[in-house]
């Protein structure tokens, strides 16, 4: 019985995000004056973000910020540097 009660619930809430989601991009068309598509049209957080150099953990590499993905060490240059220095 609890079993039907949480799957209820799962599928309740999976129905809330779904009619939550169809509900948003005619919001975001009515406040966004941008036309372009560029990723940070009005407000730049730091255009330096993407030209920052890191060095991966694992193997020394340097890379873009942007490039690189992030660890619980640090950043690394790939995904299987990440799983290798953190396993
Ligand atoms: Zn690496």
């Not at 993407?50 to 694992?58: F, G, I, P």
Request: one cysteine or more.
């Amino acid at each position: 019985m609890k079993l039907a009660l949480i799957l209820i619930a799962v599928l309740v809430g999976i129905w809330l995000f779904k009619t939550g989601r169809r509900v948003d991009p005619p919001d975001d068309k009515s406040r966004g004056p941008a036309p372009g598509h560029g990723p940070g049209g009005t407000g730049k957080p730091a255009p330096n973000l993407a030209l920052e150099m890191v060095r991966c953990q694992h193997c020394d590499l340097h890379l873009p910020k942007a490039e690189s993905i992030e660890g619980q060490r640090g950043v690394y240059c790939s995904e299987a540097h990440r799983k290798q220095a953190e396993r």
